[in-house]
T-cell receptor, first 113, second 115 residues
């Protein structure tokens, strides 16, 4: 579990500001994912990445931007934060062809005022 | 896309009793079904998973069953203990063209084990 980290762990921002959530993994997993967790909705996929420079949309991508210039990092940016983006954000990684288990980071609790 | 329904949303059992959580999925092509446990304030962690070529899998007090025809799968926890109290999520996915699984999660079941 210590192999995937997120920062910051807690963030308070204001509507309209840009916010970037960081995710870093040390396993060299090919796949990385961003989820948001909201009460009553479970975990919903925002974006995922199959490898460096390859990203694709998930279920709820609107308002978010991702990049993956290095295998170990997968930052998530809210270009203009809205109150509806208040949530807990989890990053995950997996290595296809093996156990396919997705390992989750500790999460970032984001509050947009 | 895939849709996963999970029931019940809350479940209370006495310590030592069994707990059963059920999920249904919509896409018959789904072939991987993991279960995650999330304790309060913590990250989701995989507790057991099953693939579509297997009907049942056990790991100590935890078991998962899969009925592909009915498109449902269940988590069974026997001899429940207070430390089993958590939110449990089921998920279903299809291996994507690039090789990994993209998961669709159920909305979760909050299990409370009463001492």
């Amino acid at each position: 579990d210590a192999g995937i980290t997120q920062s910051p762990r807690y963030k308070i921002t204001e509507t309209g500001r840009q916010v970037t959530l960081m995710c870093h993994q040390t396993w060299s997993h090919s796949y990385m994912f961003w989820y948001r967790q909201d009460l009553g909705h479970g975990l919903r996929l925002i974006y995922y990445s199959a490898a460096a420079d390859i990203t694709d949309k998930g279920e709820v991508p609107d308002g978010y931007v991702v990049s993956r210039s290095k295998t170990e990092n997968f930052p998530l940016t809210l270009e203009s934060a809205t109150r509806s983006q208040t949530s807990v954000y989890f990053c995950a990684s997996s290595e296809p062809g093996g156990a396919d288990t997705q390992y989750f980071g500790p999460g970032t609790r984001l509050t947009v005022l | 896309g895939e849709n996963v329904e999970q029931h019940p949303s809350t479940l209370s059992v006495q310590e030592g009793d069994s707990a059963v959580i059920k999920c249904t999925y919509s896409d018959s092509a789904s072939n991987y079904f993991p279960w995650y446990k999330q304790e309060l304030g913590k990250r989701p962690q995989l507790i057991i998973d099953i693939r579509s070529n297997v009907g049942e899998k056990k790991d100590q007090r935890i078991a998962v069953t899969l009925n592909k025809t009915a498109k449902h799968f269940s988590l069974h926890i026997t001899e429940t203990q207070p430390e089993d109290s958590a939110v449990y999520f089921c998920a279903a996915s299809i291996r994507s063209g690039a090789g990994s699984y993209q998961l669709t999660f159920g909305k979760g079941t909050k299990l409370s084990v009463i001492p």
